[in-house]
């Protein structure tokens, strides 16, 4: 026995440590001016309906913020001369005289009478102040993976019974970095422009995904199963020396809504998962 062998008992002190990290991290974002402000923004964006989403994308499949003509200017900016808008269906409310039961008072009535279609933009065709900025970006790791943390990574994708594929970029989900299928037992790594250190991380986020989570858990919410997959490999790539930080913080912080009790709450599924796919190795790289 090697005399830097963790013990079972160390790597979980460790790992408890490191989650400690986070959930203070996501508790000063909380905290910050910034999020307060990028609160405000946001809260003016419509959840659009499935349907909306699906059309949005059809027309602009690159459309990163979408909001009416108004909702912008309420911004601070400007739809400029020219933009395409896309077209979404909007309900329409008709107003009705009713008598209330009670009081046989008459009274006026918000009803659904249809939909019509009506206009949004994206950011993209818009001018004016920047938006405010999530005040903890999640930005891509940069450099080269610890030795062996691919090899590792990869042989317990294979192990859990997923076919791992490295791709330019995820097909229809721009901007994604990894995708797992559960259907077709693969693990997708986009590898355009992403560093070797940022694929790595990625591979450890879609390996958590793999572990724990998966068809029968689809009814659980995304933003709960996006937190344990980033812790994951936030307390991963920290036991490999690697610092994730600066992405797992920003990802971890939007999927929470910066919610520290959120991530608190996940610390001991997130620990264990962690310590599952650090079991196979005898030493903690030196932190
Ligand atoms: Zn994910």
Not at 32 to 43: D, N, P, Q
Not at 113 to 132: K, M
Request: with cysteine; aromatic share 6%.
């Amino acid at each position: 026995m090697s005399p830097t062998r963790t013990t079972p008992e160390q790597r979980s002190a460790k790992l408890e440590a490191a989650h400690r990290q986070l959930v203070d991290a996501v508790a000063s974002v909380a905290s910050s001016e910034g999020w307060l402000r990028y609160l405000a923004a946001m809260h003016r964006f419509h959840d659009y309906s499935a349907t909306n989403v699906m059309m949005i994308l059809f027309q602009r499949p690159d459309a990163q913020r979408v909001a009416g003509y108004r909702t912008w200017q309420a911004l601070g900016r400007q739809v400029v001369k020219g933009a395409q808008g896309i077209a979404i269906w909007a309900p329409c409310a008709r107003r009705v005289e009713r008598e209330d039961e009670t009081t046989g008072e008459s009274v006026t009535a918000r009803t659904l009478s249809g939909f019509r279609l009506v206009h949004v933009f994206d950011v993209a065709d818009t001018e004016g102040e920047p938006l405010p900025e999530h005040p903890a970006q999640a930005t891509l790791l940069t450099g080269e993976a610890p030795d062996g943390m691919w090899t590792h990574l990869a042989s317990l994708v294979d192990s859990a019974g997923f076919q791992l594929e490295l791709v330019d970029d995820i097909a229809g989900r721009p901007g994604a970095n990894g995708v797992t299928d559960f259907l077709a037992h693969t693990v997708q790594v986009a590898t355009s422009g992403r560093s070797n250190a940022s694929q790595v991380r990625t591979l450890c986020h879609e390996l958590a995904h793999a572990k724990l989570h998966g068809p029968s858990t689809s009814n659980r919410s995304r933003e709960l199963i996006e937190v344990q997959a980033e812790s994951v490999a936030f307390l991963v790539s920290h036991s490999f020396g690697l610092d994730a930080m600066d992405y797992s913080l920003g990802y971890v912080a939007s999927w929470s809504g910066a919610d520290s009790e959120v991530v608190l709450a996940t610390a001991r599924t997130v620990q264990r998962c962690a310590a599952e796919i650090l079991a196979g190795l005898d030493d903690d790289p030196p932190s």
